[in-house]
């Protein structure tokens, strides 16, 4: 019995001297308060000699039941459950800055003050990755829609002061006349206000330039026509030292629900059937050629390649890497 008391006695009589330990463990001591904040929104990768940084814009609840269609709610659900989410899927809002050597290009902007608090992040995250907005010499847009313009225009003011904007013209031709509000369901009219709001101080200064169908924009860039989702939707195929990157917008909106199922579309199609055939095309494209991937609303930072699969595709997200040595190529 002394032998087991003794430990327990040396313990007792020590304890004055750990006074300290004993407070740590006290109620005075107030927990760390948790952060609740996200790392900065940038990613960066090299394609040959071009630098390539994803910047989000934010993210936003995608309501898939009311948006997706051709897939039915069980069929969505189905998928969803396949990638362990449900509805409404946070989405990323993503666009890309792309330093050339040359030229400092930013494809798409996000979403400005147009979603509220779920966008309107991209200035801050541009800013976190080392760029300041007067820096940017042009702005490649693959669509006119809000959360991929909303983003040029910061309160009435260019919010990228020394920008050109580059868009198909059959998107601003489309989107930038009220007429054409008319023409479509009431849930589009305000793409209208957004893209004819956020470009107001670019055109009236002569710096929305819109080209037309296929057209090389550096030599590094070309905007290939990608039409469905809106009339003058473009993909930015960007080549250098043997490797390729496709910037493709709107191509897909869910992943988890329209790589397995490229055929379900979303209400926001212009044309639904075109947008179709479009994914498919780009899909069967990209899965066979290998080139990168780099999309608007597939979880940031959007950048990956793809995989054809039984009866579908997958998406393979890039592996994280820390080593952005130049390249020799
Ligand atoms: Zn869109
Ligand atoms: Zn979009």
């Known amino acids: ?29 107030a927990a760390a308060p948790q952060q609740r904040t996200q790392a900065p929104g ?13 910047l989000l814009d934010g993210t936003h609840p995608f309501p898939v ?7 039915g709610r069980a069929g969505a659900d189905a998928l969803l459950e396949r990638s ?31 979603y ?11 800013r976190a990755s080392g760029y300041a907005p007067e820096q940017v010499d042009e702005i490649y847009l693959t669509h006119l829609h809000r959360d991929h313009v909303g983003g040029v225009d910061a309160g009435g003011a260019m919010a990228f002061p020394n920008a050109v904007i580059r868009v198909n013209r059959r998107d601003s031709d489309f ?18 206000d957004g893209a004819i709001d956020s470009l107001r101080t670019y055109v009236a200064a002569g710096r929305l330039k819109p080209f037309d169908g296929e057209a090389r924009l550096l030599p ?44 379900a579309t979303v209400k926001y199609d212009s044309d639904a059937a075109s ?38 595709y997958s998406w393979l997200p890039a592996n994280y890497t820390t080593d952005l040595a130049p390249a020799t190529r």
């Open 65 to 71: 039941h009311e948006v997706m269609q051709g897939i």
């Open 1 to 29: 019995m002394k032998r087991q008391f003794l430990p327990a006695l040396l313990a007792l009589s020590l304890l004055p001297a750990f006074g300290t330990v004993t407070d740590l463990s006290g109620p005075a001591q």
């Open 220 to 263: 590094e860039i070309d905007a290939i026509p990608g039409p469905g989702h809106t009339p003058g939707h473009t993909i930015y195929r960007i080549r250098s030292g043997g490797q390729t990157l496709l910037a493709w917008g709107d191509i897909v909106h869910v992943a988890a629900i329209q790589f397995p199922k490229p055929d």
């Open 116 to 126: 509220g608090k779920d966008g309107g992040h991209l200035m801050a995250n541009l």
């Open 42 to 54: 940038f990613y960066r990768m090299m394609l040959g000699k071009v630098e390539i940084t994803a």
């Open 275 to 312: 947008a179709e055939r479009q994914r498919e095309q780009m899909f069967a494209e990209a899965a066979k050629n290998g080139e990168w991937i780099a999309a608007a609303h597939i979880s940031f930072p959007g950048i990956g390649h793809i995989r054809r699969d039984d009866g579908g």
């Open 84 to 114: 362990d989410l449900h509805a409404p899927v946070e989405g990323s809002i993503n666009a890309f800055l792309v330093n050339t050597g040359d030229r400092l290009v930013l494809i798409d902007s996000g979403a400005g003050v147009l």
């Open 175 to 192: 989107w930038l006349d009220p007429k054409n509000r008319a023409s479509v369901p009431g849930y589009l009219g305000p793409m209208f």
